[in-house]
């Protein structure tokens, strides 16, 4: 019957046999007993783990049934690993939890705990990519459910341990707050539990989960978090060396380690339920390592026959769990073999019955649909928030959450926004506020007189030292960033400022200066030094209810990193439909011109990989008065549509002081008070012009260190009598289309000025836009070259130069 690769029917038949062969016990034992002498688990809740496990098995059979006529697409299962049923049943259905894409058992004994839960609809919705899937909506496969407090996670490559570490620190802070649709927040003694496969072990994401929770530990800091490794020995066809995994998880400082025979479900309930008594007990992270098999394969293309033996095959069949329990159920009296039959096949008749009404079921239908919960915009709320923000620090309060008024009043703020850009957007008539007017050098506004507002209210008033940053005359553009912070942190108490040297050194160029003083090491405060981690951190606190604020010390350092905001940040509404979000603001120094200072690792001008992201927000400010609303818009879209925002800084710019002569103070910029905010508010996706007149000659489009260049330039060209407007981008992603479009139109000629890669750049986006809009007029770009910035002056060869943008902008007028 057994082949040299363990097919459905394989299974299924060898567990029937083996059931089958099973004598019923001469006496019975009450099932609120247990059903050993050496374990705390009952007969009654072995019945329950029986169940569960019995419902991911025939889950499973009917993902390889579903997919032998191209009606699934999804057969990654939980066959040899329903074990962890009893790691489920071991803890509180309000613990959160961040499952194993083989944690089915996990899954179905969650949804057992829970009134009203439909495990296997659910889970078979999503192996048919049905649109009607409760979590993702057809978009993945995914376990994840708002109301079993199940995070969605993909857990290929176990990048969803940091994040579970995030949620741990969450939770040891007291954070008892849980996303929408989540139903009862998570109760103060709750702990993260994290299940993930052997092999995961090895990945970077994984040290850097382990490392940090020891790291935490060593420091003291709370940290409820029960990481489980479901150990098959696989990582596909590729073995993990024997006793390796042991070693790993045993010998990791900080880490209390457990470990059981994951196929024996009494043995793996006592140690998950020790492990979690500890975890919830003392606020310590720990690790459960549950030895599995691994049955059907890794997948259903997977042919086991390439890489494993017979006799390795038959041996995990002889481990099945699920056989296990029956035999324990049996032995111990508390169901006869034909009872757990029966069982099992009503189970079975009910996976069929539903996989066949799923069958027919839609799915997601067009673009719009796919793409609807990946980052929702509703910029009126997003300025309402603003406001509201103001308002609160005026008023003396802190602002906890965004202003809510009645729901129809929302829906019909939100009906007629939507309207509006899209028509908009369909005429071709985008909203464009008029250019900024400015003498012919092209001089920024600023020391516009401000008036004082709402007042002093004591708490600001105190948190500034007693002088309001809008008294202290104009300001850097790290001054205002520091302002707008300390602002930021008295409007959202949710609000955590963290990274490498932000808080006792205020940041390497003194940003995030005094913020630790004024609000103390829990808002403010210095981690270790691993990207991973500190991104990680701030999406599960940011899942927890908080406000993130990480800073990324250098954006070279944020490639080794940046699948946190890939694969697991901006993918979190995408995969739950808004069920769960992160929202984050990360605060990125990066781009060069820095005096040929630090070489490539600190002059870093790669963003493709930011703007490839779906969904992500990523701000590029280049003066103080941007700086100060765009960070403040990030903020309140995160608090309002849980964006993920890259808040780029331009080191170069950060004390910068003047545009063309020395002492000119042109680069600074008066702070706004509260009460103008609303005035001054920047939408995301809306560029900023500067205009010597009504009849520009040529438009420059560009960014960060480029809108200072181009300024500069543009002077130049104003001197002999050519008149340029100059566009500054604002925000990276999404590119402010509609302003890009007008303002070409208006002169065209179009000169793109590109401090990022002629390959990959910033400048490809624009020039894209203006194609694919029907721009008729002449463009023409320049941009970095190709290269690394290397060190000392050689960097001026690579990076764009004043010069180069006079002449582009003169050819332009030449043709």
């Not at 919830?280 to 098999?293: C, D, E, G, K, N």
């Not at 599960?540 to 905001?565: C, F, K, R, S, T």
Request: net charge negative; aromatic share 6%; glycine share 10%.
């Amino acid at each position: 019957m057994l082949s040299s690769v363990t097919t459905p029917q394989d299974l299924d038949e060898r567990f029937r046999a083996e059931l089958a062969g099973l004598v019923a016990a001469t006496g019975a034992r009450d099932v609120d007993e247990p059903v050993r002498e050496d374990t705390a688990l009952t007969g009654e809740q072995a019945l329950a783990l029986y169940d569960a496990q019995s419902t991911s098995r025939h889950l499973d059979l009917a993902a390889r049934w579903l997919r032998s006529f191209d009606a699934g697409y999804y057969t990654i299962g939980s066959a040899g690993h329903e074990g962890n049923a009893a790691v489920a049943a071991a803890l509180r259905a309000t613990d959160p939890a961040l499952l194993h894409y083989r944690s089915g058992g996990f899954y179905c004994m969650r949804a057992a705990q829970v009134a009203g839960s439909d495990p296997i609809r659910d889970v078979l919705r999503g192996v048919v990519a049905s649109a009607r899937e409760p979590i993702a909506g057809g978009r993945h496969k995914v376990f994840g459910h708002a109301d079993l407090h199940v995070v969605p996670t993909t857990s290929t490559i176990a990048s969803h341990l940091p994040r579970a570490v995030g949620v741990a620190y969450a939770l040891g802070r007291g954070k008892r707050l849980s996303p929408p649709g989540g139903g009862h927040g998570w109760p103060a003694d709750a702990i993260a539990v994290c299940s993930f496969g052997d092999a995961s072990i090895n990945h970077a994401a994984a040290t850097a989960a382990f490392n940090t929770a020891g790291w935490c530990d060593h420091i003291g800091l709370k940290l409820p978090l029960l990481f489980v490794c479901e150990d098959n020995g696989l990582g596909i066809s590729v073995r993990s060396p024997e006793g390796w995994v042991a070693a790993a998880l045993s010998s990791r400082p900080g880490l209390r380690y457990y470990a059981a025979d994951g196929c024996d479900a009494a043995e793996t309930y006592d140690r998950a339920a020790e492990a979690a008594a500890w975890v919830r007990r003392y606020r310590r992270p720990a690790v459960l390592h549950l030895s599995t098999i691994r049955l059907m394969g890794h997948a259903g293309a997977d042919a086991e026959m390439a890489y494993r033996s017979p006799v390795e095959i038959t041996a995990d069949m002889a481990r099945d769990p699920l056989v296990h329990t029956a035999r324990m159920l049996v032995e111990a009296g508390v169901a006869t073999p034909a009872e757990l039959m029966t069982r099992y096949d009503e189970i079975g008749w009910e996976v069929r019955r539903i996989a066949e009404e799923v069958l027919g079921e839609p799915k997601l239908a067009s673009a719009n649909e796919v793409t609807a919960p990946l980052a929702p915009r509703r910029p009126v709320r997003v300025s309402r928030a603003v406001a509201d923000a103001a308002a609160h620090l005026g008023a003396d309060e802190p602002l906890g959450e965004p202003h809510e008024e009645p729901e129809e009043d929302r829906e019909l703020d939100d009906d007629l926004e939507f309207a509006e850009l899209s028509a908009a957007a369909d005429d071709g008539d985008w909203p464009e506020p008029e250019p900024t007017p400015v003498p012919a050098t092209i001089r920024p506004v600023s020391g516009t007189p401000r008036s004082t507002g709402n007042g002093h209210p004591a708490s600001r008033l105190a948190a500034f030292g007693g002088k309001l940053p809008e008294k202290g005359g104009p300001l850097t553009l790290a001054q205002t960033i520091n302002a707008t912070l300390t602002d930021a942190m008295l409007a959202y108490p949710q609000m955590v400022v963290y990274g490498e040297d932000v808080a006792a050194k205020g940041g390497v160029y003194g940003v995030t200066k005094g913020l630790r003083d004024r609000f103390g090491a829990t808002r403010v405060f210095d981690t270790l030094l691993d990207e991973t981690s500190i991104l990680g951190l701030g999406l599960g606190a940011g899942l927890a209810g908080m406000l993130p604020v990480p800073e990324i010390q250098y954006l070279a350092y944020l490639h080794n990193a940046e699948d946190q905001l890939r694969g697991e940040a901006a993918t979190m509404q995408f995969f739950s439909q808004g069920a769960f979000h992160n929202p984050m603001v990360v605060r990125v120094a990066g781009l060069a011109y820095q005096l040929g200072f630090g070489g490539h690792f600190h002059n870093d001008n790669a963003l493709a990989v930011l703007r490839d992201i779906p969904g992500l927000v990523v701000a590029a400010p280049s003066r103080a008065e941007d700086a100060a609303a765009m960070l403040r818009t990030c903020l309140a879209s995160a608090v309002v549509d849980g964006s993920v925002c890259v808040f780029l800084e331009p080191i170069a710019l950060y004390h910068t002081r003047d545009l063309h002569t020395e002492n000119d103070n042109w680069w600074l910029a008066d702070y706004a008070p509260p009460s103008e905010w609303s005035a001054l508010h920047v939408p995301i996706g809306r560029a900023r012009a500067y205009s010597t007149g009504p009849n520009d000659d040529l438009t420059i489009i560009t960014f960060g260190n480029g809108v200072r260049l181009s300024l500069r330039a543009a002077a130049r060209l104003a001197a002999e009598g050519v008149a340029c407007r100059v566009v500054d981008l604002r925000w990276l992603s999404p590119l402010p289309v509609g302003d890009i479009i007008k303002n070409a139109s208006d002169t065209g000629r179009v000169l793109v000025v590109d401090e990022t890669r002629r390959s990959g750049g910033v400048g490809e986006g624009v020039i894209a836009a203006l194609v694919d809009a029907g721009y008729v007029g002449v463009a023409r770009r320049v941009a970095a070259v190709d290269s690394f910035v290397p060190l000392g002056p050689a960097a001026n060869h690579v990076l764009v130069s004043e010069e180069q943008i006079v002449q582009g902008a003169k050819s332009l007028l030449a043709r």
